[in-house]
Structure formats: C-alpha cells, structure tokens
Nanobody
Framework: QVQLVETGGGLVQAGGSLKLSCSAS??????MGWFRQAPGKKRVFVAA????????FYADSAKGRFTISRDMFKNTIYLQLNSLKPEDTAIYYC????????????????WGQGTQVTVSS
C-alpha cells in the first residue's frame, strides 16, 4: 500500500509560480505523476515521470510551463508550475501506478488527497 501526500498549493497571481510536492509513504519505483480537476470539470492528466526519473511526459497544457521531477531518495515527486494562468486553477492530485503498463499516462492505482492551486487574474 502506498500513501501519497501533496503539499505546496496556494493562491498566486497570474504569471506567478508554485512548486507542488508529493511524498510517498511506501517505497515506489514505478511511474508517478500529476492530475488536476477544475471546478465542474473532469480530472485530467498533467504530467508523469518514470520510476527512475529519467523520462517525463506532459499534457499539451503543461508543456513549456510545468516541470515534473523526482527525488528517489526522498520518495517524492515535484511539479514546478511557472507562468501560471487563471485557467490553471484546480485541485492538483498526485498519482502512483503499480506498474508502467499505462505509460506515458497513468492508471492511478494510488491517489493523494489533492492540493488546491488558485490563480488570480
């Protein structure tokens, strides 16, 4: 069983930056990543990273502005959010998979509780 805890959300002005963290309680060497869910919308994929942290994959909306990274020693992944826009406002969820069968996306075998990101215009 893997437990995921996200931190780092908050309120930021448009054009600003935030860095989200997701710590895993159990040791996981499988793909992990981020999804987000805006009010009244479905949860959508944002970014994923392989178990070794060497390969990343992004949704089109995240390319060039968001960066996913991984610290294997800390069992933590990060999502650096730059040049934020009001449409980035959402709850951001961390996810981990039991294997890499859905790569480059994620199945989401484990989920965190989410962290709120609000971007004001």
């Amino acid at each position: 069983q893997v437990q995921l805890v996200e931190t780092g959300g908050g309120l930021v002005q448009a054009g600003g930056s935030l860095k989200l963290s997701c710590s895993a309680s159990g040791r996981t060497s499988n793909p992990m990543g981020w999804f987000r869910q805006a009010p009244g919308k479905k949860r959508v994929f944002v970014a994923a990273i392989t178990g070794t942290g060497t390969i990343t994959f992004y949704a089109d909306s995240a390319k060039g502005r968001f960066t996913i990274s991984r610290d294997m020693f800390k069992n933590t992944i990060y999502l650096q959010l730059n040049s934020l826009k009001p449409e980035d406002t959402a709850i951001y969820y961390c996810a981990a998979d039991l294997d890499g069968s859905r790569w480059p996306s994620l199945r989401g075998d484990y989920w965190g509780q989410g962290t709120q990101v609000t971007v004001s215009s």
